[in-house]
């Protein structure tokens, strides 16, 4: 079984521009997940989907973060214009279930921001 | 904050002990997990306890919750150097009727010197 895919798996940018990340979740996966990971830190979640319905997005900073889930699969998540302190690892996973069961990560996609 | 917070930040040993890492958490939970992260790569899922269980085991490892405490603790037996890497708790709180999201702590990094 294939598991969650992230890309790019590394991007710098300068603060101000925009960049995308894309996840593709393990196959049959109804909720998925972006998490932003500070080093240092845990994961924070920023957005959950059950299929392309965003159930909690409390956390996001919708000023300047975006993510969307079209036709329930796929995901990506948008940062525009990115600051400085956006630079973290941006881990998407997905579970067959809700989000108090087991989820899977993705290798993550590392943003560093100058 | 509802987050697991683990105990110790870093710990270090040589192959053949035993590791011991807690958690600690502040509200009530559903079910508290265990991840472990090797370095830049996404988090693994190594084990799930619920709330009305107080031990489990799966291969080296043994996790214990204790509700009343409000504590977790994972045990690896035997360590060896590929057990090097980070371990997070994260618990699953009850929100309402259904599953809330999962709160992840600090982690705490675990090296194993050959």
């Known amino acids: 079984e294939a598991g969650v895919a992230q890309s790019p798996r590394y991007k710098i940018i300068e603060k101000r521009q925009s960049v995308a990340f894309w996840c593709n979740p393990i196959?049959?996966?109804?909720?998925l997940y972006w998490y932003q990971q500070i080093l240092g830190q845990g994961p924070k979640l920023l957005i959950q989907?059950?299929?392309?319905?965003?159930?909690?997005d409390s956390q996001l900073p919708k000023d300047r973060f975006s993510a969307e889930r079209l036709k329930g699969v796929d995901s990506t998540l948008k940062i525009q214009p990115a600051k400085l302190e956006d630079s973290a690892v941006y881990l998407c996973?997905?579970?067959?279930?809700?989000?108090?069961?087991?989820?899977?990560f993705g290798p993550g996609t590392r943003l560093l921001v100058l | 904050s509802q987050q697991g917070e683990e105990d110790p930040q870093a710990l270090s040993i040589q192959e053949g002990e035993n590791a011991t890492m807690n958690c600690s958490y502040k509200t009530s939970i559903n079910n508290l997990q265990w991840y472990r992260q090797n370095s830049g790569r996404g988090l693994v899922h190594l084990i799930l306890?619920?709330?009305?269980?107080r031990e489990k085991h799966s291969g080296r490892l043994r996790v214990t919750l204790d509700t009343s405490k409000k504590s977790s603790s994972l045990l690896i037996t035997a360590s060896r150097a590929a057990d090097t890497a980070s371990y997070f708790c994260a618990t699953a709180v009850n929100r309402g009727s259904t599953l809330g999201r999962l709160y992840f702590g600090r982690g705490t990094q675990l090296t194993v010197w050959p």
């Open positions: 306890i619920r709330s009305n269980e």
């Open positions: 996973a997905s579970s067959s279930s809700g989000p108090g069961e087991t989820q899977y």
């Open positions: 989907f059950q299929n392309n319905g965003v159930v909690d």
């Open positions: 196959s049959g996966h109804a909720t």
